[in-house]
């Protein structure tokens, strides 16, 4: 069901409490790193403090463990942000108690209050209803414009739900919805998902649920070997995940019986040790030797998994091919981001899901050549699911307000 935008809301003069994700890295003198997270969440600021809101902004910065931690203070955020609006800016050194009630009280219209780090309280983790009220006390409305952390039941994402009635969508939420809900519901066809990354357990439960639903499921990175040795296969020394091997055993027999084509790679380079300076070989994956492990998709393979993205409709993509970190090891992972680029360019929908694939892309600098980049890496995975993630479901359906 559609979800309330902040577009629709009155927020002139109004108190909006506004969870963006500003869990941005540092370096060890806490210089921002890469500030593509506090960039996201401008056009909501923007649009909020433009129509005469008086924002509050809150965000959890690493994993204090709900104590207070300098380190992780969001200082350094809130100077960036200044930098970035030409608005007044006002920081909290805390994000509940008497300052923060003050600070809210005598923000005028247009201005913006930043509050600290929510995970200095263990009540932000714990979605202590208590701390969520004390949240929700500053505020006429909230918007959540986090996406990254919409599939946790924290405090900030859901429990403050019980205390606000106008619960609404910011621009950065409604864009993801938008777009993974489209690819997952009505996408152009034929529909591909590529799905890399060093382990499975994050990706057995998102490999069936897309089953039946995807045209064509392309399996690299880590992952493959247990699918390999699901099926007899040596594979030697490389990454496995033994208590799944019955899982990927029972969706290889399933894809027999389904709709969609499950390609698994057909040739692997692999190394001797998990070192650049390591010797390589291509081999097939039937002959992987016994000493060695398997470190990237290989040419074949390669050739295999763009063939198919050249014919896709849409593409959702998550998860290297093989050990990306290390460029030895990352020609896999560069040539379906090519492919997938390349693909934009033909008129294909394509969908990087956040993490790793993010992370690849953004070093061979083409991330602006994809139709839309998550910002959630376990919120995309959960939302292709078919799961329900908390900081969605608390926010107000369109037909709870209009109807």
Not at 302 to 314: D, S, W
Not at 316 to 326: A, H, L, R, V
Request: include cysteine.
């Amino acid at each position: 069901m559609k979800k309330l935008s902040i577009r629709d809301c009155d927020v002139k003069g109004k108190r909006v409490l506004t969870r963006v994700d500003f869990n941005v890295p540092l370096d060890s003198d806490k210089n921002i790193t890469d500030d593509t997270r506090i960039v996201e969440s401008l056009p909501t600021i923007r649009d909020i403090v433009g129509r005469g809101g008086r924002l509050i902004l809150m965000s959890h910065l690493g994993r204090p463990r709900g104590k207070r931690d300098p380190e992780l203070s969001l200082t350094p955020v809130a100077y960036r942000l200044a930098e970035l609006v030409d608005t007044p800016l006002r920081f909290a050194t805390d994000c509940i108690g008497g300052e923060v009630k003050d600070k809210a009280d005598s923000l005028a219209d247009g201005e913006i209050l930043m509050l600290e780090n929510l995970r200095f309280h263990p009540g932000e983790e714990g979605n202590d209803p208590r701390f969520a009220e004390e949240l929700a006390a500053v505020a006429d409305i909230y918007v959540n414009d986090a996406f990254g952390t919409a599939h946790r039941a924290h405090a900030s994402t859901a429990g403050v739900a019980d205390f606000i009635e106008t619960r609404a969508a910011g621009f950065l939420m409604e864009k993801e919805l938008k777009a993974l809900g489209e690819a997952l519901n009505t996408p152009k066809r034929p529909f591909v998902a590529v799905l890399g990354g060093a382990k499975i357990e994050g990706k057995i439960n998102l490999i069936k649920s897309l089953l039946g639903k995807v045209d064509v499921l392309l399996v690299g990175g880590g992952m493959m070997y247990t699918f390999f040795k699901s099926t007899g296969l040596e594979i030697g020394r490389s990454i496995v995940s033994d208590k799944y091997l019955a899982m990927c055993k029972d969706v290889l027999d399933k894809t027999k019986e389904s709709s969609s084509r499950l390609l698994l790679p057909v040739d692997t380079i692999i190394a001797e040790d998990i070192d650049d300076a390591a010797p390589t070989r291509e081999v097939s994956t039937a002959d992987i030797p016994e000493d060695w492990l398997g470190v990237d998709i290989g040419p074949k393979t390669v050739n295999l998994f763009k063939a198919a993205i050249a014919e896709a409709g849409t593409v959702f993509w998550n998860g290297p091919m093989g050990i990306f970190e290390k460029p030895n090891f990352a020609e896999g992972t560069r040539a379906i981001a090519r492919a997938v680029a390349d693909a934009t360019a033909r008129g294909t929908v394509t969908i990087v899901g956040g993490g790793d694939s993010v992370a690849a892309i953004s070093l061979m600098g083409i991330a602006d050549r994809f139709t839309h980049i998550s910002t959630g890496g376990g919120a995309s995975l959960e939302f292709m699911e078919g799961q329900a993630l908390p900081g969605v479901e608390a926010l107000c359906d369109v037909a709870e307000v209009t109807g």
